[in-house]
């Protein structure tokens, strides 16, 4: 007889407990892995939010020092040009600086200007850099302002124009006669016509002598310059000078203050790049140098004669293209002498100015502003 106790009925295997605890913890050290990635990913998006936002803060704290910089700048022009009609900002100082790339040739000029560090972001450096072009806008800055904090990489930049005092306005209307006189105007036996000049003074003095320098009220200067100062074009010719531009050089040199008594020997200006030169009341202190014969210039030609007329007397005008200003009468005109009236729709003392504007105040050039720059 069987017994019940040796009747086994059949059942499914059953799963050892060592593997099911091995399961139990993989599935346990996944979830782990899971939440601690989770976890990590949350804590990493929370650190570039706030990476961001500093970097986003540093970078507005840098854009306000260039921004504040640039307004320092500004004021700082205002400020030399209201002292000194040449600023030493324009000097050879230690304000002058090399060009960047973009502006690389003689016909630019640049200088640093260094602001004072500011009470609200003392953590900035800035700089400006001042640049304008010496041949055809000198009175017209671009001011490119730069600044950087201390800790960390922010930096911004900030550019705008400026309109300054170097150079005033001419007058509207340009005289296209030949020769512009304070006085009366004769040839030498012999001597090239000139075509009737413009009179400047209302009164034509029967006398050789004009009257005297004391009495001198240049306008025969005012006529063909307007506003523009003996001062503004010595140190337009000087600056031109000293940045190696001359008659040969690309672009040639345009302007020329002539302090010698020597007679001038060369040849200046083309009819797209005419010149002006003066013949300063120091050249002229006995008598001004004549231009030489054979020598011709396309432009304007000024002798500072301060009202009399024996500083211009036997003068030469070698060959002149454009128009002759004396501050004088013209007595007895060298033979050989040549001066032609020739429209200069280049002149380059007739500076592009808006209608307007006051020549004697640093402006912003309205939408000049922008962010970056060179």
């Known amino acids: ?26 599935v346990a050290i996944s979830l782990g892995l899971l939440a601690s990635l989770a976890s990590f990913y949350s804590a990493r998006s929370v650190l570039m939010d706030r990476l961001a936002s500093h970097n986003q803060s540093q970078a507005a704290q840098a854009r306000l020092a260039a ?23 324009w000097g050879a100082g230690p304000t002058r600086s090399p060009c960047p790339a973009a502006y690389n040739g003689p016909r630019w000029q640049c200088a640093t200007l260094q602001p004072p560090a500011h009470p609200s972001l003392p953590d900035a450096q800035a700089q400006v850099l001042a640049v304008r072009d010496l041949i055809s806008s000198p009175h017209v800055v671009q ?40 006085g009366c105007a004769s040839a030498a036996k012999g001597a090239t016509q000139v075509a009737t000049p413009h009179m400047a003074a209302s009164v034509c003095p029967s006398s050789s002598t004009s009257n005297s320098s004391t009495a001198c009220t240049a306008s025969a200067w005012v006529s063909v310059l ?7 074009i010595s140190a ?27 007679t001038w020997s060369q040849s200046l200006g083309t009819p797209e790049a005419p010149v002006l030169l003066v013949f300063s009341g120091q050249a002229c202190a006995q008598r001004c140098p004549s231009l030489a014969p054979g020598v011709r210039v ?25 128009q002759l200003v004396v501050e004088s009468g013209l007595p007895e005109l060298q033979s050989g002498s040549r001066i032609e009236a020739r429209e200069l729709t280049a002149s380059p003392h007739r500076l592009p100015w808006p209608p307007g504007i006051d020549a004697r105040q640093v402006q912003r050039v309205p939408g000049s502003w922008r962010e970056g720059g060179t």
């Open 298 to 322: 396309v432009g304007t030609v000024v002798l500072q004669t301060q009202c009399q007329d024996d500083k211009a007397r036997a003068w030469h005008a070698g060959h002149i293209q454009g």
């Open 67 to 89: 921004e504040a910089a640039l307004a320092w700048a500004r004021a700082e022009l205002q400020r030399q040009y209201a002292t000194h009609p040449t600023p030493p900002v």
């Open 1 to 26: 007889m069987i017994q019940q106790s040796q009747l086994r009925t059949p059942s499914s295997p059953s799963m050892p407990k060592d593997q099911g605890g091995a399961i139990s913890l993989l």
């Open 226 to 232: 307007g506003d523009i100062t003996p001062e503004q």
């Open 236 to 262: 337009w010719s000087e600056a031109q000078a000293s940045h190696g531009l001359h008659a040969l050089s690309q672009p040639a040199r345009s302007v020329y203050w002539v302090d010698s008594s020597t």
């Open 143 to 182: 001011l490119l302002a730069s600044a950087k904090l201390n800790e960390g990489t922010s930096q911004a930049r900030v550019q705008a124009q400026i309109f300054i005092p170097a150079v005033a306005p001419a007058p509207p209307q340009p005289i296209t006669a030949a020769v512009v006189l304070q």
